[in-house]
C-alpha cells in the first residue's frame, strides 16, 4: 500500500516535471515564431520606407541651368561686365544652392565656351555654332531628363533707363508661366522693390524656350546698358542675393510639381 503511495507520487512528479518542459518548449517556439515574424516585419516596414524616401528624393524635376553664350559669344556687354562671364558666374551659385538643398540640377556648361561641338559629332560648323550651340542646349536638357529648364541671360537696351529682372516662359507647357511668375515675384518681393515688370510667353524669336516642351523659362537678369543693373550685377553678393530668389522660385515650383 505504502509502495503504491510513492509510486502515485512519482508518476504526479514525472507528470507535473514533463509539463513543465512541454510549456517550456511551447513557449520557446511561440517566442522564436513571434520574433521571426517581427523582425521581418520591421525589416519589410524600413524597406518599405527607404524605397518611399527614395523616390521621393528620385522623383524630384532636374533642373537644368543654362548659361547663355560663352567662349566666342560673349552676349552683351557694357565696360569690363560680359554676359557670358554673368551667366556663368549666376549659374554657378544657382548650382551650388541646388546642390546644398538636395534639389537634382545639371549645368549646360560650367566653362566659358560654345556648345555647338557639345557631342562631338559634326565635321563642318562654319556659320552654324550658334545654331548648333542652341540646338545642342535643347538636346542636353532632353537627354539629362530635364524636369525644369532655367536660361541665365542679361538685357541690353539702347536706352539706359530700362532697368530689372524680366522673366520669359515657353508656350509649350502650361507649368511654364508659374515658374516664370514664381521668380518675377520673389525678385520683386526681396530684392527690386520697384521692378513692376509682368512675365512674357516667348515667340519664336527665343529657339530653346520654342522647342522645350518641359517648363521652361529665360530669365533676363538686368540690362547692362543701366547703370544701376551693371553696378549690382558685377557685384558678387547681389548675384549670391538675385541666385537665392531664383532657386528659392525654382525650388518651390520644384516641390510643388512632384
Ligand atoms: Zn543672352
Given at each position: ?163 530689372g529682372l ?21 525678385t520683386k518681393?526681396?530684392l527690386q522693390p520697384d521692378n ?63
Amino acid at each position: 500500500m505504502e509502495t503504491a503511495v510513492k509510486k502515485r507520487k512519482k508518476e504526479n512528479v514525472f507528470e507535473f516535471m514533463l509539463g513543465i518542459i512541454l510549456f517550456t518548449l511551447i513557449f520557446a517556439a511561440a517566442a522564436f515564431l513571434i520574433g521571426v515574424t517581427l523582425n521581418r516585419y520591421i525589416n519589410e516596414l524600413s524597406q518599405k520606407r527607404a524605397a518611399e524616401t527614395a523616390s521621393a528624393v528620385t522623383s524630384l524635376p532636374v533642373v537644368i541651368i543654362d548659361p547663355g553664350h560663352g567662349g566666342e559669344d560673349g552676349g552683351c556687354s557694357e565696360g569690363d561686365a560680359v554676359e557670358k562671364d554673368l551667366n556663368l558666374a549666376l549659374s554657378r551659385n544657382i548650382y551650388d544652392l541646388c546642390e546644398i538643398m538636395g534639389l537634382p540640377a545639371k549645368m549646360t556648361r560650367t566653362e566659358d565656351t560654345l556648345l555647338y561641338d557639345m557631342y562631338g559629332d559634326l565635321t563642318d560648323y562654319k556659320g552654324k555654332k550658334k545654331t548648333y550651340d542652341l540646338r545642342n542646349r535643347v538636346r542636353f536638357t532632353n537627354e539629362e531628363n530635364g524636369g525644369i529648364y532655367l536660361g541665365i541671360h542679361m538685357n541690353k537696351f539702347p536706352q539706359s533707363e530700362y532697368k530689372g529682372l524680366q522673366v520669359y516662359y515657353s508656350p509649350n507647357n502650361s507649368e511654364s508661366k508659374a515658374v516664370a511668375d514664381r521668380i518675377q515675384t520673389y525678385t520683386k518681393t526681396y530684392l527690386q522693390p520697384d521692378n513692376n515688370r509682368q512675365t512674357k510667353k516667348s515667340g519664336d524669336s527665343i529657339f530653346i524656350l520654342s522647342k522645350l516642351t518641359v517648363p521652361s523659362v529665360l530669365v533676363e537678369c538686368g540690362f547692362l546698358s543701366n547703370p544701376e543693373d551693371v553696378s549690382n550685377l558685377s557685384d558678387a553678393e547681389y548675384r549670391k542675393a538675385l541666385s537665392m530668389n531664383i532657386f528659392s522660385a525654382v525650388a518651390e515650383c520644384a516641390y510643388l510639381e512632384k
